[in-house]
Nanobody, 124 residues
Framework: QVQLVESGGATVQSGGSLRLSCAAS????????MGWFRQAPGKEREGVSV????????YYADSVKGRFSISRDNAKNTLYLQMNGLKPEDTAMYYC?????????????????WGQGTQVTVSS
């Protein structure tokens, strides 16, 4: 079992920055894939960024490339998402997810564990 707790969500103005954190506990060694997903009101959940434990490979949604940066500290069992140049369309609940798949991606089925989410609101 893996428990995930997100933090760092807030309300910021357009162009601002935030850093989300996801503290993981439990059998984290089995979670090769860790990622951030988001869901805006009335929209489906979408993948934002993922990173692998094995080699640090990262992947980003086109909408956040060049603005967001994902990282993980395996020693601290913590996942981060640095978000710069925030836009109103980035407003959503952001979720941390973890899974043991060998090949990571944005398919929800690859992730067994999910956090409760942290709200990010970007005002124009």
């Amino acid at each position: 079992q893996v428990q995930l707790v997100e933090s760092g969500g807030a309300t910021v103005q357009s162009g601002g920055s935030l850093r989300l954190s996801c503290a993981a506990s439990g059998s984290t060694y089995s979670s090769n894939c860790m990622g951030w997903f988001r869901q805006a009101p009335g929209k489906e959940r979408e993948g934002v960024s993922v990173i692998t434990r094995r080699n640090g490979w990262t992947y980003y949604a086109d909408s956040v490339k060049g603005r967001f940066s994902i990282s993980r500290d395996n020693a601290k069992n913590t996942l981060y998402l640095q978000m710069n140049g925030l836009k109103p369309e980035d407003t959503a609940m952001y979720y941390c997810a973890a899974g043991g798949a060998v090949f990571c991606g944005f398919e929800s089925g690859r992730y067994n564990y999910w956090g409760q989410g942290t709200q990010v609101t970007v005002s124009s």
